[in-house]
């Protein structure tokens, strides 16, 4: 009987210890933050991020042209804006800018009040009527010109202008092939200081969106010359892949 209970204690203190180095054995090895382990085909894969920029000159130009003439009567107020929106739109029909881009808006008029007086109400010196008029320009070279001739036809103010890519699309899809190089780039770093050989990509994770970058402009010029430069665009990708690991 001492032999039969000594055999089954050896047995019940070296169960345990198997079932550690069963597990020890299953558990993916993870001394580096970018190993990562799957579960489902117990397989191992590094997990890396990647990051691609590629860099755009916009090409589209938006603005607001204002036109506000203030006076004592709303109606000879409307006739003036009307003839300055008319000559306005002479200029941008030269320009070359298509009728689908230019949306000129009806007149908006409001009271002007005067509060010099202490009087617990204000009373009304004229009246504002004003009309603006939104402008994309597909080629932004002529601005200047334009916006010379605009307020030469007696344009009050130039708001809004911003400068953008028309297809940011274009240039955010070569951003993301250059993340996918990026992080295939540092997989094989990681893969060779690990002794192991990169294996085929199983996961990519997108952590960007395709941008609608734009440039605010000086709403006015002090000088005629072609000064207005859009400069340029960066456009970035930001990816997560996860490649298999033999």
Do not use: W
């Not at 002007?112 to 597909?138: A, F, H, N």
């Amino acid at each position: 009987m001492s032999s039969y209970f000594t055999k089954n204690i050896s047995a019940m203190v070296l169960l345990p210890v198997a079932t550690v180095l069963i597990l020890t054995g299953c558990m993916p090895n993870t001394s580096s933050p970018h190993a990562s382990f799957d579960a489902s085909n117990t397989e191992q894969s590094i997990r890396v991020s990647g990051t691609g920029t590629t860099y755009a000159i916009p090409d589209v130009l938006s603005f607001t042209l204002v036109i506000t003439r203030e006076g004592d009567t709303v109606a000879p107020l409307k006739t003036a804006v009307d003839e300055v929106t008319a000559k306005v739109l002479e200029t941008l029909s030269q320009a070359n800018i298509e009728t689908n881009d230019v949306r000129s808006f009806a007149v908006q008029a409001q009271p002007l009040y005067d509060y010099s007086d202490d009087r617990s109400k204000p009373r009304i010196r004229g009246y504002s009527v004003t009309r603006t008029i939104e402008v994309t320009m597909r080629d932004p070279s002529a601005y200047d010109q334009v916006l010379d001739q605009s307020l030469a036809a007696g344009v009050s103010a130039i708001q809004s202008a911003n400068y953008r890519v028309s297809d940011p699309s274009k240039h955010y899809a070569e951003a993301l092939r250059l993340a996918i190089d990026d992080a295939r780039s540092k997989a094989e770093i990681l893969a060779a200081s690990g002794d192991v050989t990169l294996g085929k990509i199983i996961r990519i994770s997108e952590h960007s969106s395709a941008p609608q970058p734009a440039f605010r402009m000086e709403s006015m010029r002090m000088a005629s010359a072609d000064v207005s430069m859009p400069g340029q665009s960066d456009i970035q990708a930001q990816i997560e892949v996860v490649f298999l690991i033999k």
